[in-house]
């Protein structure tokens, strides 16, 4: 799910205190995450920090850390949920970069939650290739080998991903209707859902609204 337009709905709702609308924004999160398990969804993945988010001002992109830091702190204090982050570590400061690698699993969770930080879906998949090249040459296999080797499912088993199902559903919220770069792979035969709301104003009715679309769709999957 793509949380967007925090800093639209601060526009229209100004406060000094959160002059971004992300703090605002990371208060819908646990929502959303109950939501989730009232549904009996098994699997979401909140796109939270893009690469390209850091090209916003410093003012930003710290404040967005800060705020991340600490919904991932509440998440995991929380004991409820199973967390997973989903980026490319090395592009973010040391001290969330470690708490990211270092999250608690939750043996007795329903929901498996992916918190996707310095995501960006170009990068995922040159990563998956990089990590691919790197197992065959640990492997022995010459370069020309592991070109022969290669094939979607050994570019799926390198994602940040791996070993979790392709998502059914994408949401994104604030009315813009574009991927953005959203787990590109993985969304080959995904539905979409677009929902006008601001993420800050996303409701309970939103997210069943989204599901119950997604149910009168008749999925073919390339067939």
């Keep these: 799910m793509t949380l967007d337009g925090n800093r639209r709905w601060a526009k229209q709702n100004p406060d000094p205190t959160d002059p971004f609308g992300h703090k605002r924004g990371a208060g819908k999160i646990v929502d959303l995450l109950g939501w989730c398990e009232e549904t009996q969804v098994e699997v979401v993945t909140l796109w939270m920090l893009s690469t390209d988010n850091f090209k916003r001002s410093p003012e930003e992109v710290s404040t967005l850390i800060d705020?991340?830091?600490e919904i991932v702190?509440?998440?995991?204090?929380r004991k409820r949920w199973s967390i997973k982050a989903v980026g490319a570590l090395d592009v973010l400061p040391?001290?969330?970069a470690t708490k990211l690698s270092t999250l608690p699993g939750c043996a007795e969770s329903k929901l498996q939650v992916n918190v996707a930080v310095g995501y960006g879906g170009r990068r995922e998949i040159v990563?998956?290739?990089k990590g691919y090249l790197s197992d065959q040459g640990e492997a022995g296999l010459?370069?020309?080998e592991a070109a022969i080797a290669l094939d979607a499912d050994a570019i799926s088993r390198h994602l940040y991903t791996a070993g979790q199902p392709d998502p059914d559903l994408l949401i994104r919220t604030s009315g813009e209707q574009r991927l953005g770069g959203f787990l590109l792979w993985q969304s080959?035969?995904?539905e979409f859902y677009f929902c006008e709301a601001y993420w800050p104003d996303f409701r309970r009715v939103d997210f069943l609204r989204a599901l119950?679309?997604?149910s009168h769709r008749h999925r073919r999957l390339g067939k």
Excluded: H, P
Excluded at 73 to 77: E, F, I, P, S, T
């Design 127 to 129: 990563d998956a290739v």
């Design 73 to 77: 702190d509440d998440l995991a204090a």
């Design 188 to 190: 080959a035969l995904s």
């Design 94 to 96: 040391e001290a969330l």
């Design 212 to 214: 119950r679309d997604y």
């Design 67 to 69: 705020v991340i830091s």
């Design 142 to 144: 010459s370069l020309e």
